[in-house]
């Protein structure tokens, strides 16, 4: 008995646009081109969310949705900033796979096929991670820098060198929609999340036309979401200073005592006690705020109020029948 396609995937995009008015007309014709010869297969649906953007780009979204019935345009009420576009598109999106992608042509369209291909391999985030990029040399080095702290102090694993171009499954999506905080760090969630995660290597191009939407003021408060928002190193950093600082005043007495007892003719009167006190005040102090950090902390993630844990599948001993259908179903 012949099958209809039920297996026709639905292939959604996502892309944040914020002042890209000389990007969209471009950018759309590439993502078409790249993605028409697969069209028999998938079902392709493109989601512009625009994100307060003060040029003409609503306008060109609006053209393109008139010509391209796939096209969803989202228009945020102001500019409420890249992550929260992006959320806006997910929590609207309803497709198997959703591809999140810059809208400035810096993440190639053709690079959104090698994650498609990861997902019919089984994964369930493909994220694509820069080989090489063509920024400018500031952007290269802070880019690294703040990488490499993450590395050093997040809780997660967060592959370095990515940005939000990635390919995420439903489950994915479904369990991001979960997450609420409002210092958004995505490309973090989607490591907090979990699931089968691969990542494409691609050479990142030159922004096609137009500026940066994010200057370094919004760089660096991007950068403390990152590390603020999955690690909580920073405030048990005030504890160990506390330690080390109570330490000193303890190598303090140590040397106080020597001294009285081995070179009692150099001792200088009243030096000992109020040196020794500063420490010993000093530490004490550090290592209470440390404890109300430690409250702080416990406080944070409480407020943060994510979700315990995310459950990828659940066994039980069922019929070899069933599990095909399964396999089938996704
Ligand atoms: N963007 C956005 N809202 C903002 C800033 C940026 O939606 O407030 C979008 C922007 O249109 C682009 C993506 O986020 O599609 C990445 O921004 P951009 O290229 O300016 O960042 P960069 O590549 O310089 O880090
Ligand atoms: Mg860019």
Same mark, same amino acid.
């Given at each position: ?12 995009? &996502? ?5 890209? #008015? ?36 609503? #306008? ?14 989202? #228009? ?22 959703? &591809? ?16 498609? #291909? ?126 080390? &600082? ?49 409250? &702080? ?34």
């Amino acid at each position: 008995m012949p099958t209809e396609p039920t297996t026709r995937h639905r292939v959604a995009f &996502i892309f944040p646009i914020y002042n890209e #008015e000389a990007n969209i007309d471009l950018l759309h014709r590439t993502v078409d081109e790249v993605t028409a010869p697969l069209a028999g297969r998938y079902d392709f649906s493109f989601i512009y969310v625009d994100d307060g953007s003060r040029d003409a780009s609503l #306008e060109r979204l609006t053209e393109l949705g008139a010509r391209d019935a796939r096209v969803t345009v989202v #228009e945020l009420s102001r500019n409420f900033g890249h992550q929260m576009a992006v959320t806006a598109g997910l929590d609207l999106v309803d497709a198997d796979a959703t &591809i999140i992608m810059d809208s400035d042509l810096q993440d190639p369209p053709r690079v959104a096929l090698e994650l498609l #291909e990861k997902w019919e391999e089984g994964y369930e985030v493909v994220y694509a991670q820069r080989r090489s990029r063509r920024d400018s040399p500031f952007k290269r080095f802070t880019a690294s820098a703040f990488y490499w702290f993450l590395q050093k102090m997040a809780a997660v694993e967060i592959p370095k060198n990515t940005g939000d171009f990635r390919l995420v499954d439903r489950k994915v999506v479904d369990e991001l929609r979960k997450y609420r905080e409002r210092d958004r760090f995505l490309r973090g969630l989607v490591s907090y999340v979990g699931f089968k995660q691969t990542a494409v290597l691609f050479d990142r191009d030159q922004r096609h036309a137009g500026v940066t939407g994010y200057p370094l003021t919004k760089m660096l408060r991007f950068a403390a979401d990152g590390i603020l928002g999955f690690s909580t190193t920073p405030l048990r950093m005030i504890t160990r200073m506390g330690y080390l &600082i109570s330490l000193l005043s303890f190598l303090g007495v140590l040397y106080v005592v020597g001294v009285k007892l081995f070179a009692p003719e150099t001792a200088v009167p009243g030096w000992a006690f109020i040196t020794i006190a500063m420490f010993f005040l000093g530490g004490i102090q550090i290592i209470m705020l440390g404890v109300l950090g430690s409250y &702080i902390g416990r406080t944070y993630s409480q407020v943060q109020n994510r979700p315990l844990y995310t459950v990828a599948s659940v066994r039980t001993g069922v019929p070899e029948t069933a599990q095909d259908n399964r396999s089938a179903a996704r």
